[in-house]
């Protein structure tokens, strides 16, 4: 990856967004596509990232995330905690480890609040159950790479005891992938949520403006934040910012929730928007070039921790779960998935949640409904977990 860290250290500063940062909001990808010469889209850039650098840099970390679900952190690594929420009597059970979105927001994306909680819900299965909780970057990590977040993920697996089901949500999806394709003896069954696997399956808003803009576009936001994307700066393009209305579409509130529980749940949406995180330059550019423009994953051209990705070594039980209304991920691009592996037909999956992309992680309906599921999915034995 020497092209990608001599990009972003000749040149000057820098900014960005994963899959996720500028990638993953929508709001910000429509300035970007009001831009359509490649010079006048960096001088735009150069613009904005100069009125909001000082006050990103400021604010790097929003609020601090509040995770619902008591837990200890097991792990600390360079590029995450992990968090375990495990009872101590459960300290020998098989393990299940989410691998969170590493994006705009915080992991806690995966315990947001009573109800509308994924550890929550996959808790009551039993078993033990931890989280990638990935740190925001600092200067010193702006170098990281998608290998250095791979390794980081091979020692927590490590430390959960493979084999492993292992969860992977939106961003967090194709790592995991990644991962069960290069460690497939460590991971017993996989789930994958919301997560852009082949990019030419199907197009949303995020894969068509990724193919649209000029890859130095992207090399223009890393200079603009000194080798990070800054996710303070990046949020504070959100116009217009979500409404009452659609924070209760998001959430999927009923219509009968209380006043005082609608207005605490609102208030608590926005504290979790407001606790960004920072992304390594490099990463962030290996993941606009290879996995949105070019694609490499799906063609089997992607290179991992110094081999090829074969995904016809994942033969995992395999669960696909996708967003109907997802602004980012269209859902054949993860359905997809079940034509790239070499999971048996019988094995696969596969469910669709009427929803946006965030309900399909903080949707009361949704975690009533599919998460529950995944949980019994996961809990079954090996050979009837496809006809769960």
Same mark, same amino acid.
């Given at each position: 990856?020497? /092209?990608?860290?001599?990009? %972003?250290?000749? +040149? &000057? @500063? $820098?900014?960005?967004?994963? #899959?996720?940062? =500028?990638?993953?909001?929508?709001?910000?990808?429509?300035?970007?596509?009001?831009?359509?010469?490649?010079?006048?889209?960096?001088?735009?850039?150069?613009?904005?990232?100069?009125?909001?650098?000082?006050?990103?840099?400021?604010?790097?970390?929003?609020?601090?995330?509040?995770?619902?679900?008591?837990?200890?952190?097991?792990?600390?690594?360079?590029?995450?905690?992990?968090? /375990?929420?495990?009872?101590? %009597?459960?300290? +020998? &059970? @098989? $393990?299940?480890?989410?691998? #969170?979105?590493? =994006?705009?927001?915080?992991?806690?994306?995966?315990?947001?609040?009573?109800?509308?909680?994924?550890?929550?819900?996959?808790?009551?299965?039993?078993?033990?159950?931890?989280?990638?909780?990935?740190?925001?970057?600092?200067?010193?990590?702006?170098?990281?790479?998608?290998?250095?977040?791979?390794?980081?993920?091979?020692?927590?697996?490590?430390?959960?005891?493979?084999?492993? /089901?292992?969860?992977?949500?939106?961003?967090?999806?194709?790592? $995991?992938?990644?991962?069960? #394709?290069?460690?497939?003896?460590?991971?017993?069954?996989?789930?994958?949520?919301?997560?852009?696997?082949?990019?030419?399956?199907?197009?949303?808003?995020?894969?068509?403006?990724?193919?649209?803009?000029?890859?130095?576009?992207?090399?223009?936001?890393?200079?603009?934040?000194?080798?990070?994307?800054?996710?303070?700066?990046?949020?504070?393009?959100?116009?217009?910012?979500?409404?009452?209305?659609?924070?209760?579409?998001?959430?999927?509130?009923?219509?009968?929730?209380?006043?005082?529980?609608?207005?605490?749940?609102?208030?608590?949406?926005?504290?979790?928007?407001?606790?960004?995180?920072?992304?390594?330059?490099?990463?962030?550019?290996?993941?606009?070039?290879?996995?949105?423009?070019?694609?490499?994953?799906?063609?089997?051209?992607?290179?991992?921790?110094?081999?090829?990705?074969?995904?016809?070594?994942?033969?995992?039980?395999?669960?696909?779960?996708?967003?109907?209304?997802?602004?980012?991920?269209?859902?054949?691009?993860?359905?997809?998935?079940?034509?790239?592996?070499?999971?048996?037909?019988?094995?696969?999956?596969?469910?669709?949640?009427?929803?946006?992309?965030?309900?399909?992680?903080?949707?009361?309906?949704?975690?009533?409904?599919?998460?529950?599921?995944?949980?019994?999915?996961?809990?079954?034995?090996?050979?009837?977990?496809?006809?769960?």
């Amino acid at each position: 990856m020497t /092209d990608i860290k001599d990009a %972003a250290s000749e +040149r &000057a @500063p $820098a900014a960005g967004a994963d #899959a996720g940062v =500028a990638f993953a909001n929508p709001f910000l990808w429509s300035l970007f596509a009001a831009v359509t010469a490649s010079d006048a889209a960096a001088a735009f850039l150069r613009d904005i990232a100069s009125s909001l650098l000082e006050a990103g840099a400021a604010a790097e970390h929003g609020h601090a995330p509040c995770w619902t679900t008591p837990n200890r952190i097991a792990l600390e690594l360079p590029t995450m905690r992990l968090r /375990d929420f495990s009872a101590p %009597a459960q300290a +020998r &059970a @098989p $393990a299940t480890l989410v691998c #969170a979105p590493f =994006a705009l927001h915080c992991a806690d994306i995966a315990d947001f609040a009573p109800g509308h909680s994924l550890v929550e819900t996959l808790l009551q299965r039993g078993g033990r159950l931890l989280v990638t909780d990935w740190r925001s970057a600092t200067p010193v990590m702006r170098y990281l790479s998608i290998d250095s977040y791979l390794a980081d993920l091979n020692v927590a697996v490590d430390e959960a005891g493979p084999p492993i /089901d292992l969860i992977g949500l939106c961003q967090g999806g194709w790592l $995991a992938l990644i991962y069960a #394709a290069r460690f497939p003896d460590k991971v017993r069954r996989l789930v994958l949520a919301g997560a852009p696997i082949d990019i030419a399956a199907g197009q949303s808003r995020l894969s068509q403006l990724s193919a649209d803009l000029p890859f130095d576009v992207f090399e223009e936001l890393v200079r603009a934040g000194n080798g990070l994307v800054l996710g303070q700066a990046v949020r504070a393009l959100w116009t217009p910012m979500l409404g009452a209305q659609a924070i209760d579409d998001v959430l999927q509130l009923p219509r009968d929730t209380a006043p005082a529980a609608r207005v605490a749940l609102e208030q608590r949406f926005r504290e979790w928007d407001a606790a960004t995180v920072n992304l390594p330059g490099a990463y962030y550019l290996e993941v606009v070039r290879d996995i949105f423009k070019g694609n490499r994953l799906a063609k089997g051209e992607l290179v991992a921790l110094g081999r090829k990705v074969e995904l016809s070594q994942v033969r995992h039980p395999l669960f696909l779960l996708a967003a109907r209304d997802d602004e980012l991920v269209h859902p054949q691009q993860l359905f997809a998935a079940a034509r790239l592996v070499a999971t048996p037909a019988a094995e696969i999956e596969t469910a669709t949640e009427p929803c946006s992309h965030l309900g399909l992680f903080l949707g009361a309906g949704s975690v009533a409904r599919h998460w529950r599921r995944i949980a019994q999915w996961l809990a079954a034995p090996p050979a009837q977990s496809a006809a769960a």
